[in-house]
Structures are given as C-alpha cells and as structure tokens.
C-alpha cells in the first residue's frame, strides 16, 4: 500500500496552500538541502529537495508521508529518515519521472516497506 505515502500526515503542520520552495530540509541525521519544488495535489503529494553539495548538486524526490514537521518560522522542513536513506532511494531526473507512475510506485514502496510507515515501517 503505498498510497498513502503520498499524502501528509496531519501532525506534520502541513497547510495546504503553503509554499514550502526555499524551506531549508533536515534529516534525522542533519542537512540535506532545500525545497526546490513541491505539490499539495491530494494522494500526490512531494517535495523536490535540490541537495546542493551534499550529493553532487542532484535533487530527490521525497513523498509528503516523510515530512514530520513544517517549522514556517525557521522555514525548515523536518523529515523521518537519515541522510544516507534519502541519498539511497531511488535516482531522481526531474525531466523522467516528475510525473511517471512507474517512478512513484517504486519510490512509494521505497518509503513504504514494511508495514506503511517511511524506511521500515516505522510510523510517527
């Protein structure tokens, strides 16, 4: 089921409406980049994180069901995984599959496996 994993969760502070591009985005485990572009679009919802220097100027794609926290005061997006789960999903190429349902199946389950929770099953 990895339907869900593209929906925020309500006690992440998601407003919808919110322009999260520029948010600066933390891992567990530390910076990861900043909120390149995102989508609110019910049961698609994601953030595109350009990483910068932390993985060669590449972006990742990450579900909304990753994001544990809006900060709108420090603009910083809090998400549920350690920096080297995000930098093992999947490879991102926005041109490809910013809109390929083979892409977000396999990232969904990426995020999914187990039992519905991000990285393992693990729900917050």
Excluded: C
């Amino acid at each position: 089921m990895t339907e869900h994993v593209w929906s925020y969760k309500s006690t992440a502070g998601h407003l919808a409406g919110t322009d999260l591009t520029g948010y600066k985005v933390e891992a567990t485990d530390g910076h990861i980049g900043k909120v390149d572009k995102h989508s609110d679009e019910a049961g698609d919802a994601y953030l595109v994180v350009d990483t910068g220097v932390w993985i060669f100027g590449k972006e990742v794609l990450l579900p909304a069901s990753t994001v544990t926290r809006i900060d709108p005061a420090e603009q910083r997006v809090y998400v549920d995984g350690t920096k080297e789960q995000i930098k093992n999903s999947p490879e991102f190429h926005r041109e490809k599959h910013l809109g390929d349902p083979e892409y977000h199946a396999e990232l969904g389950t990426y995020y999914s496996t187990g039992t519905g929770g991000p990285f393992g099953g693990r729900i917050v």
